[in-house]
């Protein structure tokens, strides 16, 4: 009797812990999760979280760039987000004498704010369920659908977006956009009206040693110690308009902004985030599941690897090549180390049972229901990833291994081809033009980030792995060269045609569009060569795969709305999409294996207890120690006196919540979320309970560092602080 209560004591509690599942959309709140987040401590009505018609949560939170989060912090327009998310700015920003990435950045004046072109922040107004009337414009332009798949086309959506607004909507709107995003896979259809700003500036940024501390080793990991937050602000007109930048405009002045609690929060009480979440794959079937870890994954974790070592190599021996591939490493180990962890919990919750258990539900359901399209689709799908297995892997190894591994696998060649037909027309205006075009793309390609030594030396790296991997008649055509002019041989390939091309340099290049300008001698350039030949079985491999498409969507619509229609509407979330969203849960740690226990927070103690002065990844400043040895931390410490840090949640995140806020009970903002741990990155698949974190920097941190680190203390005034 005892061992079955126990028993039944350990599913209730499994069971209890999945409400910490799901990115659910905020005009569906009450309809799905308000009161089971009100049971968990909510003190907030659903209008607070989301209200069209007034000033709500949703209207702190914007997209910052295309793939990150950021909160609105004051009455004018101060933005958080992630360290990591403004990267590219503050490394756009830096040069050796300015090196804000080393040393941090503050704006002790509005005049001192930093612009970045092409930056923008967006504003969600409005979302609206369109699903009655996207079915209505497919029905009467069904015409012009042969191949049936426009209800997932972002062309098509926009059109009708635009439609139902009205163009005069557009215009009389400065900055206002619409979108139709599809959800469950063309079973639902949502249109968000939004507010786009692009003056936004730079307004402070901590050093990496604090912003970006611990770095590659200690990425997707827990216990963690970083100070992961930017600051920017949001410019407009002098009537609030969006604008393009310029030294008239002026502070947004926004219709919401989060209140910031320096309470903190305990274990076990209650968080919630708004966001942008990007991808997720909840309604993987099976071999969906097998085929993202025995190939995507896979190729992923080996090819990224051997570019990653020839890299860092050479960061380490030279600190402008650091400065120069900062960036570009940082993102490569970002999906390297996702796809270890997806592997790792695929492998260890058999998601590949879990997902047929879920197939067999639906066809279970289907039988009953004389419902036989649901396990024709899964029959559809099934046969469709079999038979484009070899493909994918093909595919996934030239993206991974040449065109993301090699750069200058993306010379120019498009403009290379429009110098040479217009040197066969002879026509000397025409050959002029592109010629000029030709060394502008070149100059792009080659830009400050660019060292040549170093792609020659990862180069040499990725193809030796690729040559070996791949059998030769499968290769780049172009890649013949290599064995009947080399023997084989990978760097005396590379060097040659570096040695020979007329990317080699941009000397080279700029003698060639200045003296007597040969087709026949562009074509036979062996870098023009290689990258045309990448490019050509790239366009073969994508073609082939895209006889693929359109059958697996009308599938997997089909089979997702089985799932729609056993359930109910409202029983599921929708796959992330890059559309804003929420999730809840707890401030917890967890087991990540027999005998080891994480808490939820960390403190300054272990920045310190990390401190490698021979490191990069675990520099501590003499100020930062400085301020721990004097115990200065204000009025951001602990009750007993620690500093904060770090603490982990258990809220479903993914790529796009960087930068998210986390809040309160009450609404309040006591982090912004940056990472999750290693052990939950599988929850894009299925959420891992026992084992998915969100990884959240304490705002008690951020603003001891930008008060008491940086001496900031104009943006502390500005903010609403309990």
């Known amino acids: 009797m005892k061992k079955s209560l126990l028993i039944l004591l350990v599913i209730l509690s499994a069971f209890s812990l999945s409400a910490d599942e799901g990115m659910w959309m905020l005009h569906l709140l009450k309809q799905q999760k308000y009161p089971e987040m009100k049971k968990m401590g909510l003190k907030l009505k659903d209008y607070d979280i989301y209200n069209p018609n007034g000033a709500s949560l949703k209207d702190a939170v914007v997209q910052f760039g295309g793939g990150c989060t950021g909160e609105v912090i004051s009455s004018q327009g101060l933005v958080l987000t992630n360290h990591h998310c403004g990267y590219g700015q503050i490394q756009n920003h830096s040069s050796l004498e300015n090196n804000y990435l080393d040393d941090g950045f503050w704006a002790m004046t509005q005049a001192e704010e930093l612009p970045n072109p092409g930056l923008t922040v967006t504003f969600i107004d409005k979302i609206e369920d369109v699903t009655e009337y996207v079915k209505e414009c497919l029905s009467r332009d069904k015409e012009m659908d042969k191949d049936g798949v426009l209800f997932l086309s972002p062309t098509y959506l926009k059109s009708i977006a635009i439609e139902r607004v009205g163009a005069d909507f557009l215009k009389n709107n400065v900055g206002t956009d619409v979108e139709i995003k599809p959800f469950f896979n063309g079973n639902q259809y949502f249109m968000f009206t939004k507010k786009i700003y692009s003056d936004v500036r730079l307004v402070g940024a ?113 600190p402008q090549v650091k400065i120069q591939y900062a960036s570009k490493y940082s993102g490569s180990t970002n999906a390297y180390k996702n796809a270890i962890g997806t592997n790792w919990a695929i492998d260890l919750r058999n998601f590949e049972q879990v997902k047929l258990d879920q197939q067999n539900r639906v066809l279970n359901w289907a039988s009953k229901n004389s419902k036989p399209q649901y396990g024709q689709a899964l029959n559809e799908i099934e046969r469709i990833i079999k038979e484009r297995s070899d493909l994918r892997y093909r595919n996934w190894m030239l993206n991974e291994g040449i065109l993301r591994g090699i750069e200058f696998a993306n010379v120019p060649v498009g403009a290379a081809n429009s110098l040479v037909a217009a040197i066969e027309k002879n026509d000397n205006n025409e050959i002029e033009t592109n010629a000029a075009q030709l060394l502008a793309d070149y100059n792009r390609f080659a830009n400050k980030d660019y060292n040549r030594e170093v792609d020659k030396k990862v180069a040499k790296a990725m193809l030796k792995e690729y040559t070996k991997l791949i059998p030769r008649e499968k290769q780049p055509k172009y890649f013949n060269v290599i064995y009947s002019q080399f023997n084989g041989d990978a760097d005396k390939f590379v060097d040659y045609v570096f040695e020979n091309s007329l990317f080699g340099s941009e000397e080279n290049l700029q003698r060639f569009v200045s003296g007597n300008k040969s087709a026949e001698t562009l074509q036979n350039d062996p870098m023009f060569q290689f990258a045309a030949s990448v490019i050509d079985e790239m366009r073969s491999l994508q073609s082939q795969l895209s006889a693929f498409d359109n059958p697996f969507a009308i599938a997997r619509r089909t089979y997702v709305n089985g799932i729609l229609e056993m359930d109910g509407p409202y029983a599921h979330f929708p796959d992330a999409n890059l559309t804003l969203r929420l999730t809840y849960g707890q401030l917890k740690g967890y087991k990540p294996r027999d005998a080891v226990t994480y808490a939820h927070q960390t403190t300054l103690d272990g920045v310190m207890a990390k401190e490698d002065p021979d490191n990069w ?90 008060d008491k680190f940086a001496g900031a203390t104009h943006l502390i005034d500005e903010m609403e602080i309990k």
């Open 617 to 706: 990844e675990f520099v501590v400043s003499d100020k930062l120690k400085s301020l721990y040895n004097n115990k200065d931390f204000g009025r951001y410490a602990l009750p007993d006196g620690r500093m904060p840090v770090n603490f982990a949640a258990t809220t479903h995140t993914t790529g796009g919540n960087s930068g998210s806020p986390v809040m309160n009970a009450k609404g309040e903002l006591i982090g912004i979320n940056f990472d999750r741990n290693w052990e939950g990155v599988g929850g894009d698949i299925q959420y891992l309970p026992d084992y998915q974190r969100s990884i959240i920097v304490d705002i008690r941190y951020v603003l001891f560092v930008i």
């Open 206 to 318: 901590p050093p990496s040693s604090i912003g970006k501390f611990g770095a590659d080793t200690d990425n997707w990991e827990w216990p963690r110690h970083s100070g992961d937050f930017a600051v920017f602000r949001i410019y407009a007109d002098k009537n609030g308009n969006p604008a393009a930048y310029s030294p008239d405009n002026v502070p947004l002045k926004p219709k919401r902004w989060l209140t910031i609690s320096t309470k903190g929060a305990n274990e076990n009480d209650f968080a919630m985030m708004l966001g942008f979440p990007g991808t997720t794959h909840k309604y993987y079937t099976s071999w969906e599941v097998a085929e993202r870890r025995d190939i995507d994954n896979a190729v992923r974790i080996n090819m990224r690897r051997v570019r990653q070592e020839a890299m860092l190599n050479e960061m380490l021996a030279d």
